[in-house]
């Protein structure tokens, strides 16, 4: 069982930055592939990034290729996604989410991921 723990959204202007932390409960952190989701409000969920438990391959949505950047350190249990120049669009719930044993790849499937944390908000104001 692993448990996923969100935090560092808010409210940002168009063009600032967040980074969003993503911190897991358990021993085998590294077997996981991470993924970063969201949802708008009306919309369905939608992938945003993902990195493999390895931390050598990484996938980002097309919206937000260039502008954000996902990051895992094992030896604290976290993932992170910095989100730079953000947009109005990008404001949504985000989710962490665990692929188990999931070393070398990525998927951008959410119904393929495991476990999911409570969600964190992020709103950008034009």
């Known amino acids: 069982q692993v448990q996923l723990v969100e935090s560092g959204g808010g409210l940002v202007q168009a063009g600032g930055s967040l980074r969003l932390s993503c911190a897991a409960s358990g021993r085998t952190f590294s077997n996981y592939a991470m993924g970063w989701f969201r949802q708008a409000p009306g919309k369905e969920r939608e992938f945003v990034a993902a990195?493999?438990?390895?931390?050598?391959?990484?996938a980002y949505a097309d919206s937000v290729k260039g502008r954000f950047t996902i990051s895992r350190d094992s030896a604290k249990n976290t993932v992170y996604l910095q989100m730079n120049s953000l947009k109005p669009e990008d404001t949504a719930v985000y989710y962490c989410a665990a692929d188990a044993n999931r070393y070398f790849s990525t998927r951008t499937n959410d119904r393929e991921y495991d476990y999911w944390g409570q969600g964190t908000q992020v709103t950008v104001s034009s």
């Open positions: 990195i493999s438990g390895s931390g050598g391959s990484t």
